[in-house]
């Protein structure tokens, strides 16, 4: 299991790229808990983002790539609508998951 919580913050654009904090936590699930087991891993993340519109599968997707200045450690996410947000693999397709395993990222009202 895997919990995420992503902040962007600024434009974004190639010109004015944003500023993110990405907080994971990862680990086996406690059975009948929203938990951990052994309180699982944690992995805390800060950089740069930017924004690009148009892949070559898809014109009008809305991309958002972690640290685009480190292509050896950057994430991207392809936005789904305003509220929803799917990881992308390495050739820019969207992750698969299954019953225990998610890569959507959904806002979350605070």
């Not at 892949?55 to 450690?73: G, R």
Request: glycine share 12%.
């Amino acid at each position: 299991m895997i919990k995420w919580h992503l902040q962007l913050k600024g434009v974004g654009n190639k010109e004015n790229p944003g500023t993110y904090i990405l907080d994971c936590d990862y680990g086996m699930s406690k059975q009948g808990t929203r938990g951990f087991i052994n309180g699982g891993n944690h992995l805390h993340r800060e950089g740069k983002w930017t924004m690009i519109k148009g892949i070559p599968v898809n014109p009008s997707a809305i991309i958002y790539t972690l640290d685009p200045d480190k292509p050896a450690e950057s994430i991207s996410f392809m936005r789904l609508n305003k509220d929803m947000l799917h990881l992308l693999d390495d050739h820019g397709r969207l992750m698969i998951g299954n019953g225990a395993w998610s890569y959507t990222l959904s806002r979350v009202k605070q």
